[in-house]
T-cell receptor, first 113, second 114 residues
Framework: SQKIEQNSEALNIQEGKTATLTCNYTNYSPAYLQWYRQDPGRGPVFLLLIRENEKEKRKERLKVTFDTTLKQSLFHITASQPADSATYLCALLMDTGRRALTFGSGTRLQVQP | DGGITQSPKYLFRKEGQNVTLSCEQNLNHDAMYWYRQDPGQGLRLIYYSQIVNDFQKGDIAEGYSVSREKKESFPLTVTSAQKNPTAFYLC?????????????FGAGSRLTVL
C-alpha cells in the first residue's frame, strides 16, 4: 500500500540551530511534494512546493530537498526561532489520478529559547 | 480578504443526530475538499469536488455526505452512520489546472459527540 511517513516523535532543538524534518514515502511516483505548517487548533498553511525534477527549493530560512530515488524529502529551517514551533506536514499528489493531496501524520517541532 | 470560512467552530452532537458543517470560499477556486484530523494524526480525506455538481469519495467517506450546488460552497453532513465522529474537520480549496493542487484551508470545525 502507499504510505507517507514522518517522524512521529517531537523534535526539540535550541533557538538558532537548524531543524531538519524528514518525509519518506513508498509506492508513489509523485510529481509534486508540498510542506505545510499547522499551529494547534488551526488549519494548515502552505509553505513550499517542490517538483520531481527539482532537487532543492528555498524560501527565506526554509529549504526543501526532494530525492525521488530515496523517496524522501527533507525540510530544513535554519536559524530556528521559538515562533517556528508548530507541526509540519508533508503532502503528496498521488500518481493514481486522484486529484487530492495525501498527507503524512506530521512532525511537531519545539524550538527552545 | 479572500479565504475560506468554516462554521461553526465548535459543535456538539448527540448520538443519532445528523449535523452539517458549512464551508464557504471566495477565492474563485474550482476544487474543494474535506479532511478529518484526529489528535496527533495527519489529515484523512473524506470527500473532494473538482467542479460544481460533482464530487468523489476519499479514503474515509462512510458515514458522511456532501453536496456541491454552488462553486463557493461545499457543506459536509456527518450522519448518524458515522460511528466515531468526534474529530477536527478541515475544509480546503484549490485552483484546478495548476497541477500542484496547493491547498488553502479554513480554520476548522471541532465536532464532539456527547
Amino acid at each position: 500500500s502507499q504510505k507517507i511517513e514522518q517522524n512521529s516523535e517531537a523534535l526539540n532543538i535550541q533557538e538558532g540551530k537548524t531543524a531538519t524534518l524528514t518525509c519518506n514515502y513508498t509506492n508513489y511516483s509523485p510529481a509534486y511534494l508540498q510542506w505545510y505548517r499547522q499551529d494547534p487548533g488551526r488549519g494548515p498553511v502552505f509553505l513550499l512546493l517542490i517538483r520531481e525534477n527539482e532537487k532543492e527549493k528555498r524560501k527565506e530560512r526554509l529549504k526543501v530537498t526532494f530525492d525521488t530515488t530515496l523517496k524522501q524529502s527533507l525540510f530544513h529551517i535554519t536559524a530556528s526561532q521559538p515562533a517556528d514551533s508548530a507541526t509540519y506536514l508533508c503532502a503528496l499528489l498521488m500518481d493514481t489520478g486522484r486529484r487530492a493531496l495525501t498527507f503524512g501524520s506530521g512532525t511537531r517541532l519545539q524550538v527552545q529559547p | 480578504d479572500g479565504g475560506i470560512t468554516q462554521s461553526p467552530k465548535y459543535l456538539f452532537r448527540k448520538e443519532g443526530q445528523n449535523v452539517t458543517l458549512s464551508c464557504e470560499q471566495n477565492l474563485n477556486h474550482d476544487a474543494m475538499y474535506w479532511y478529518r484530523q484526529d489528535p496527533g494524526q495527519g489529515l484523512r480525506l473524506i470527500y473532494y469536488s473538482q467542479i460544481v455538481n460533482d464530487f468523489q469519495k476519499g479514503d474515509i467517506a462512510e458515514g458522511y455526505s456532501v453536496s456541491r450546488e454552488k462553486k463557493e460552497s461545499f457543506p459536509l453532513t456527518v450522519t448518524s452512520a458515522q460511528k466515531n465522529p468526534t474529530a477536527f474537520y478541515l475544509c480546503a480549496s484549490s485552483a484546478v489546472g495548476s497541477g500542484a493542487n496547493v491547498l488553502t484551508f479554513g480554520a476548522g470545525s471541532r465536532l464532539t459527540v456527547l
